[in-house]
């Protein structure tokens, strides 16, 4: 039988328990003596996760956690179901290591999904219990395992001059199938993917999107020889796979960008999509009608703004095409006007001012007025904190105001802010009847967009965030 296309998956047994500070490089040359083999150019190996988590010392035992209010949390969410779906509860101090390790929760569910500070999206942040010595310890997944692939197979390159590879394993489970697998959460040497696109299939046809997770591959092929259980097989070496050397390789090309997950993310996707793709819409609508119902649904959303002390002094008045609406801006107009005038403005200017308004507010489907309701803000005697509590409850409006323009969005619709009710208080209430505690604050022109809107230049972060300086003149 010929050798050739055979992939050669060696367990290296005789490994001893690894403690802190142990020089992985050096226990897998001295298995490979007792092995009686020797590495060659193209050799992989495969290092189980736990080995290089012990020897980093990243071990944490659940006696020295005390869980968050977080954690306990998570405990009552999950716990009931999985009890329900009879697998073992989660210790409150697991799931507080378990946050400590995680960048976000995904899922709480009888298990808890995790995205890792790595990136990487599986069960408990890859917190093993089981192959670690000790009551209570947990292995946590190495910081940074594309670093200690990189080291080790320096070392064994110069110890063995051979070019080779190294990929850091573990076993995840997959969302759309039963049973764990081997997959590579740290590489060296070794692209993880093998992006085939543009290459040919067995009939000529042209692969279109066949990228191939070669490392999760080969983890799972060393996996089968390491067994998940007793076996005490952490190193494997594989032999005969046919790739491509890259020094340069790292672990992050085989995480599937955010932006890309259909599934995983997609509730998030779909929220800052929609907070970043939110424009003022300052130009013609649709001449579509607008239902009255989608403009209370997303002031239902708007009740859900946060406010100072819970106070909720939006008020919100919906105005349709009508006459009196028509009567309220052309009032608001000939008050800006006056304004203007009083002003000493010229004519041109006073024309241009009210023409860039007024067809937007004429033609809008719908109107809306948000108003402050100052009857619960709270009372003092003094100046100062009267207008504090003034301000307070303008952010708090505002802050329902966002709440109701983001709805917009979701809901394709278009929709701008205009602070002209400000100029024009008294008269909007007069004419239409308004509280006497209602101060009218903004309007908001509603309709269906007919053009796509560019965003605005916004200030780069590094602009609009301060950096607090310690006494000693160094940044915090
Ligand atoms: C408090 C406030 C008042 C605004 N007033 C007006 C206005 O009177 N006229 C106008 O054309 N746009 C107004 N805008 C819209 C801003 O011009 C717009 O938000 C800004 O240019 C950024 O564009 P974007 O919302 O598309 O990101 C207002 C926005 C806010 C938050």
New binding site residues.
């Given amino acids: 039988m010929s050798l050739e296309n055979q992939i050669q998956v060696i367990g290296l047994k005789s490994i001893p328990l690894i403690k802190e500070g142990d020089d992985i490089s050096q226990v897998i040359t001295d298995a490979l003596e007792k092995h009686k083999l020797t590495l060659e150019n193209g050799d992989i190996i495969v290092i189980a996760q736990s080995l290089i988590s012990k020897s980093n010392g990243r071990i944490r035992n659940l006696s020295d956690i005390k869980p968050s209010g977080r954690a306990l949390e998570l405990y009552e969410t999950i716990n009931p179901k999985a009890k329900n779906q009879g697998i073992p509860t989660k210790d409150p101090r697991l799931i507080q290591a378990i946050l400590d390790e995680s960048k976000d929760i995904i899922r709480a569910e009888h298990v808890l999904i995790t995205e890792t500070k790595h990136g990487f999206i599986c069960a408990d942040a890859g917190i093993d219990k089981s192959n670690i010595e000790g009551e209570g310890n947990v292995t946590l997944l190495p910081k940074n395992p594309d670093e200690d692939a990189e080291t080790i197979r320096k070392v064994l390159k110069s110890k063995f001059n051979k070019d080779i590879a190294i990929i850091i394993s573990d076993s995840f489970g997959r969302a759309f199938r039963i049973g764990a697998v081997g997959v590579a959460v740290g590489v060296s040497g070794i692209d993880p993917i093998l992006d085939k696109r543009g290459e040919k299939d067995l009939f000529g046809y042209e692969l279109q999107s066949t990228i191939m997770g070669q490392v999760d591959s080969l983890a799972s092929a060393a996996q089968l020889v390491m067994g998940e259980a007793d076996e005490g097989i952490p190193v494997v070496l594989i032999r005969g796979y046919n790739f491509e050397l890259n020094e340069n390789a790292t672990i992050k090309p085989i995480i599937r960008k955010k932006e890309l997950d259909l599934f995983v993310d997609s509730e998030r996707i779909k929220l800052t999509k929609i907070l970043r793709n939110?424009?003022?819409?300052?130009f013609q609508f649709e001449n579509k009608k607008v239902d009255k119902n989608l403009i209370e649904e997303c002031i239902e959303l708007a009740r859900w703004a946060p406010s100072a002390h819970n106070g909720q002094f939006w008020r919100y008045c919906i105005m349709e095409k009508d006459i009196l609406r028509e009567k309220l801006i052309n009032k608001m107009n000939e008050k800006l006007k006056k304004d203007l005038q009083d002003d000493r403005k010229s004519n041109d200017f006073i024309e241009s001012k009210i023409n860039?308004?007024r067809t937007n507010f004429f033609e809008a489907p719908i109107l809306v007025l948000l108003c402050l309701d100052t009857i619960d803000l709270e009372k003092y005697p003094d100046r100062e904190r009267t207008q504090n509590e003034f301000i307070l409850g303008v952010q708090s409006i505002?802050c329902s105001?966002i709440y109701f323009l983001l709805a917009l969005e979701m809901k394709n619709l278009a929709a701008?802010?205009?602070?002209?009710p400000l100029f024009a208080k008294d008269l909007i209430k007069e004419i239409l009847q308004l509280p006497e505690s209602y101060i009218p604050m903004?309007f908001f022109t509603v309709g269906y967009p007919l053009k796509v809107?560019k965003?605005?230049l916004r200030r780069e972060l590094k602009n609009i965030i301060y950096e607090i300086k310690t006494n000693s003149g160094q940044k915090s």
């Fill in positions: 939110r424009r003022s819409y300052k860039k308004t505002s105001a701008c802010w205009y602070c002209a903004a809107v965003a605005p």
